[in-house]
């Protein structure tokens, strides 16, 4: 589990470093949203003149059909 959280946490990383490249934007990272008997954990929020964008990162491989 240990080596799955790098990996996952390494994704996570080159992603915001992308992001963080977006003129007049705004990144917050892991966010936590409280809705009615629930917590939900957001991996990016994006915030920009065109909108919130939500954003949920996976750091896998393989062929996607």
């Not at 003129?23 to 920009?48: C, F, K």
């Amino acid at each position: 589990i240990e080596k799955e959280k790098r990996i996952g946490q390494a994704g996570e990383d080159k992603v915001a470093e992308t992001l963080k490249t977006i003129p007049d934007s705004r990144l917050m990272r892991n966010q936590y949203i409280l809705v009615p008997g629930h917590t939900i954990e957001v991996d990016a929020l994006l915030l920009t003149r065109k909108g919130i964008f939500v954003i949920e990162i996976k750091n896998i491989s393989g062929k996607i059909v």
